[in-house]
Every structure is written in structure tokens, then in C-alpha cells.
Antibody, heavy 120, light 106 residues
Framework: QITLKESGPTLVKPTQTLTLTCTFS??????????VGWIRQPPRKAPEWLTV???????KHSPSLKTRLAITKDTSKNQVVFTMSQMDPVDTATYFC????????????WGQGIPVTVSS | DIQMTQTPTSLSGSVGATVTFTCRAS??????LNWYQQKPGKAPKVLIY???RLQSGVPSRFSGRGSGAFFTLTISPLQFEDVATYYC?????????FGQGTDLEI
């Protein structure tokens, strides 16, 4: 059974850095063709894809947010860590991690999401 | 960024009917188009990937077609449990953009 779960703060102050961890089980991030990424969804809006890290340590980021994003993996712990700097109230959203699969690429397994509010 | 436009914004159908959602890309995405179903308070769930491939475990009443810049998702026959918001997403180039969604009512 494949599971992913997001963890981290649910309230951050403006200008702070958000750090979220995705802990997963049932698959390995060292398997060819696998990635773990992050997507956010503001209340009552469509999802917005943010970033992904692949089995070979290749990374892709949303160009508009690239300077604020970072993503790393710890294959031995089955974890992916996501950071977003300079948080602003417009970044308030539910943040999801999801497994990316190749052939063609799609997001086949998602975490439950973690709501993050940016407020002073 | 590739813009994904979904029409209509909301759709209504009866149990047993056929409904079709449309997704247009601002440029060709080949077959790199996925469809997701999202119910309130839940994460999106993939239904179709690669434009027409049915995800394992998804009922065969869901089907996808299209390539390039025009795609459709069809549900036939419609069931009560299909009430949800449906999103398309392109994975041809970053950022992997989603459409704005179509709400389905029964």
C-alpha cells in the first residue's frame, strides 16, 4: 500500500520560510521513473503545481516561484523536504505532496494535504 | 506557462446519462494530459493519464480522448458518486499547469 503524508507548521508569519516534509511508504524514490512533488491549492481554487524531485536527483520548479523554492530528498528515510521562502498571505493554501510517475508523467498518489495559513 | 482552459465551469447530468468535459491547452501538449477528480476536503485522484489511459482501479465508465491542444473526459453512465470537481493538468512542460476545474452536479 502506497501512502504519503505531509507534516509541518500550519501557521507561519509573513516573510518566514515554510518547511514541509513528505513522508512516504510503499515505494522507493530510488526507483527509475519516480518522483515526489508538491502542489498547493488555495481555498476554492484550482491546484497549482510547484516542484518535483526525481529518483536521479533531477529537480523541476515552477519558474514564477523558482527563487523561493527548494526541494531535497532523503531516500533512506523515505522523505522529501520542501521549503518556500518569503511567505506571504497569498501563499495561504493546502499543500499536497504527490508521487510523480513517468510514462507519460502523472501524479498517481497524493497525500491528504496540510493546510497552511500565512498571517501575522 | 501553458494555460489550460476547461469548459464548462459547471455541468449537470442525470444518473445513467453521458457527460463530457472539455480541456483546451494554449499550445500543444502532445498526449501529456491528465484528468483528476476531487471531492470536497480530499486530495485530487487521477482518473486518466496520457490523455486516454485509464488509471488502475478507476471504473471503465471514465474515458479520455484527444491530443495536441484539445481533450475530453467522458463519464458514461453517470453515477451519484461522480459528484465532484474535475481538473485537467498538462505535464508537457513546467510548470505543470491545471485547468480551473469543472463542477459536476447530479
Amino acid at each position: 500500500q502506497i501512502t504519503l503524508k505531509e507534516s509541518g507548521p500550519t501557521l507561519v508569519k509573513p516573510t518566514q520560510t515554510l518547511t514541509l516534509t513528505c513522508t512516504f511508504s510503499g515505494f522507493s524514490l530510488s526507483t527509475t521513473g519516480v518522483g515526489v512533488g508538491w502542489i498547493r491549492q488555495p481555498p476554492r481554487k484550482a491546484p497549482e503545481w510547484l516542484t518535483v524531485i526525481y529518483w536521479n536527483d533531477d529537480k523541476k520548479h515552477s519558474p514564477s516561484l523558482k527563487t523561493r523554492l527548494a526541494i531535497t530528498k532523503d531516500t533512506s528515510k523515505n522523505q522529501v523536504v520542501f521549503t518556500m521562502s518569503q511567505m506571504d498571505p497569498v501563499d495561504t493554501a493546502t499543500y499536497f505532496c504527490a508521487r510523480h510517475m513517468f510514462g507519460p508523467e502523472y501524479l498517481d498518489q497524493w497525500g491528504q494535504g496540510i493546510p497552511v495559513t500565512v498571517s501575522s | 506557462d501553458i494555460q489550460m482552459t476547461q469548459t464548462p465551469t459547471s455541468l449537470s447530468g442525470s444518473v445513467g446519462a453521458t457527460v463530457t468535459f472539455t480541456c483546451r491547452a494554449s499550445e500543444s501538449v502532445g498526449h501529456n494530459l491528465n484528468w483528476y477528480q476531487q471531492k470536497p476536503g480530499k486530495a485530487p485522484k487521477v482518473l486518466i493519464y496520457g490523455a486516454s489511459r485509464l488509471q488502475s482501479g478507476v471504473p471503465s465508465r471514465f474515458s479520455g480522448r484527444g491530443s495536441g491542444a484539445f481533450f475530453t473526459l467522458t463519464i458514461s453512465p453517470l453515477q451519484f458518486e461522480d459528484v465532484a470537481t474535475y481538473y485537467c493538468q498538462q505535464t508537457s512542460s513546467v510548470p505543470y499547469t491545471f485547468g480551473q476545474g469543472t463542477d459536476l452536479e447530479i
